[in-house]
């Protein structure tokens, strides 16, 4: 069942081979070089549905420089305590969300009517004031979870920090600009924004065509991959609608580049295409294998073996 990829002219098909990205020297951090063609191993073909046919204003507290605030990661995604618009609770980091979001339930139980609001946001130790917060239904996203979920707290709170993140035990570290505490060792990519997403360079493949393009490293992203509805599409499925996030269906997508790594045979699904935004998304079952660093300031992924 092989993949059908869409016309969007930001990506391009190439067939019958993955591109690489190539490794550096490991001296301090490995910039990743440009992308060189790497044969796919042979693999064989899976059942047919199991492949993927495919103006905030920052402020701190005083003397708060790194701000370590134990997270938990479970179902796929990284859950940390925060507090928006005067609601506390436990919110999704996740790095692939534009915008940061209120749960419906706990913006009426504040008297909030609106569904755009701007106000604080609190996490880590860290503040930030005037940030716009969406009102939205998170009830399809975070009922597999053994908690509440009061919000997600999206990349427009993140981007004002360096943000580093540890899945086990799971560990989530801001910074301010300029003094994040020392890394080590790791590959750097560079971290662009496709509107108002972050991204990285990645390329997956169906096995017989490859595509290239932005991909969101999303930490609350549960599905090793997701690919634009408008690049790619899974005809044999009987149920589409359970492709998508929060859907049942569990097809793969023969392989993935990233970082300097292939990876083959990999829980896949799709996202509903953006105007102008990513090809898709990299989620935890690739990203839980590193130390992240989000060095949003400087525009870097830094990546690092975990263990």
Request: a neutral charge; charged letters at 20%; aromatic letters at 6%.
């Amino acid at each position: 069942m092989p993949i059908l990829w869409g016309r969007r002219k930001a990506h391009s098909a190439v067939h019958a081979e993955i591109w690489a990205v190539a490794e550096a020297a490991e001296l301090g951090y490995a910039e990743a070089g440009p992308p060189v063609k790497r044969p796919l191993a042979p693999i064989a073909r899976l059942a047919p549905v199991a492949v993927l046919a495919l103006g905030a204003g920052l402020a701190a507290a005083p003397a708060a420089h790194a701000a370590e605030t134990a997270c938990w990661f479970e179902g796929g995604v990284v859950v940390v305590p925060a507090e928006v618009m005067g609601v506390a609770g436990d919110y999704v980091l996740d790095t692939a969300t534009a915008h940061t979001q209120l749960g419906e339930t706990q913006a009426q139980g504040a008297g909030f009517a609106d569904t755009a609001l701007k106000g604080e946001v609190r996490i880590g130790g860290m503040r930030l004031t005037g940030q716009p917060v969406a009102v939205a239904g998170l009830d399809m996203r975070t009922g597999a979870l053994p908690t509440p979920i009061a919000g997600v707290i999206g990349a427009d709170v993140l981007r004002a920090f360096v943000v580093d993140v540890r899945f086990a035990p799971c560990r989530v570290v801001l910074s301010r600009p300029g003094e994040a505490p020392p890394f080590g060792r790791a590959t750097a990519l560079p971290l662009t924004w496709t509107g108002d997403t972050p991204t990285v360079a990645a390329a997956v493949s169906d096995g017989g065509r490859t595509l290239s393009g932005p991909f969101a490293p999303a930490t609350g992203g549960e599905r090793a991959v997701r690919l634009a509805d408008d690049l790619a599409a899974a005809p044999g499925a009987s149920k589409p609608q359970e492709l998508y996030p929060y859907g049942v269906a569990r097809p793969r997508l023969r392989a993935l580049s990233f970082a300097g790594a292939l990876s083959e045979n990999l829980p896949a699904g799709l996202l509903k295409a953006q105007d102008g935004g990513p090809a898709g998304e990299i989620g935890t079952p690739v990203l839980a294998r590193y130390r992240l660093r989000f060095d949003f300031p400087n525009g870097r992924l830094l990546l690092a073996p975990d263990g």
